[in-house]
């Protein structure tokens, strides 16, 4: 088999461009370079002929180039006739001079449209999450009542395995953030309360502003980001594997194998974990109160006088319906997973992100009631 050439020649205005040997695939780095040349030696030419009667072979890929080239000289406003061209190769350069003919132009958009069409899909995705939700809950409640029936089918070592995993191994965790956060609190409040001689009332806003808010929001907070991403891509990976279908398959209800004890342990461990984050935030915060020249009696004696076993129900009755918050939504966004690890990665990171959307949204109505009732 001959080299696939083409050899040109330009006289008097004249390109004449006469190909030869094969035109393929294999002869590509060849053929695009000579193909390159011509197109521009066409630009200074008036009349523009290629023999193709010497070719061998010709594919896809050749007849391809040659309609690039019959292309290239037509954009630079002359016109290239192809001669000798052999029968059999004919087809198939109609073909590649039918494809893509048509340019492809972006399509219109309207601003106001699409800013319309971005807040309907908002709003219904928002829509679908609350269903989910509330639907959740109330498969939830009837898998609860299924074992208040039946006791003996409540899985309490699932149980006692996810509490430990929740409540206990988090301690440390929540103990110094807390820890930090009542310092932070602490030192804020003396550094501008003593400008007007009142440093004292910072115990008044530690006190209150822990027992009521921070100290109970600031660990759901972490729970949802260290547990409720955990739940999350448990039941995800669940998902993915078929185990889920599986317990179905065997006449075992996944809420009530996978999602309850899970809830259970969330509700008891958040209350007592906010307890003790309450606790480690008090105590950091005097700490910080004795290093800025406050003693411990007086800090304990104005705790007293500024707080109230309302600020510590407070507190205490909200844990319980977000740690509820927390494994709903972490079980909702898992069983949403798809076969995919971007799935499992996007459902994660939405579990983590609703849930503390919702935990601050319930913690505001929760102020709203407490305040309308007095407390």
Known sequence: MSDALLDISLKDGRLALAASGAWTAERAGDLERRIDSAAKRARSATTVEIRMGGVERLDTFGAWLLERLVRAVASAGREAQVVDLPERYRDLLEEAHRANRTAVSAPRTNPLGDALETLGRGTVGILRD??????????????????????????????????????????????????????????????????????????????????????????????????????????????????????????????????????????????????????????????????????PEVFLARLKDAISLDDFLVGMIKAPFMALVIGVVASVEGLQVKGSAESLGLNTTASVVKAIFLMIGLDGAFAIFFASIGM
């Open 130 to 295: 609350l269903v989910l939700i509330v639907q959740m809950f109330g498969e939830v409640a009837v898998a609860l009542l299924r074992v208040l029936v039946r006791p003996w089918t409540f899985r309490f070592t699932s149980t006692v395995h996810h509490l430990d995993r929740v409540g206990w191994r988090a301690v440390p965790v929540i103990l110094l953030m807390t820890f930090l956060l009542g310092c932070i609190i602490a030192q804020q409040g003396i550094f501008h309360f003593r400008r007007f001689g009142v440093e004292v009332y910072v115990v008044d806003m530690v006190g209150i502003l822990v027992l009521r808010e921070i100290g109970v929001l600031m660990t759901a907070i972490m729970i949802a980001g260290r547990s409720g991403s955990a739940y999350t891509a448990e039941l995800g990976s669940m998902k993915m594997r078929e185990e889920i279908d599986a317990l179905r398959t065997m006449g075992f209800d996944p809420l009530e194998v996978l999602v309850l004890p899970r809830l259970v342990a969330l509700v008891i461990a958040l209350p007592a974990l906010a307890f003790v984050g309450s606790m480690a935030a008090l105590y950091g915060a005097g700490l910080v109160c004795q290093l800025y020249g406050m003693s």
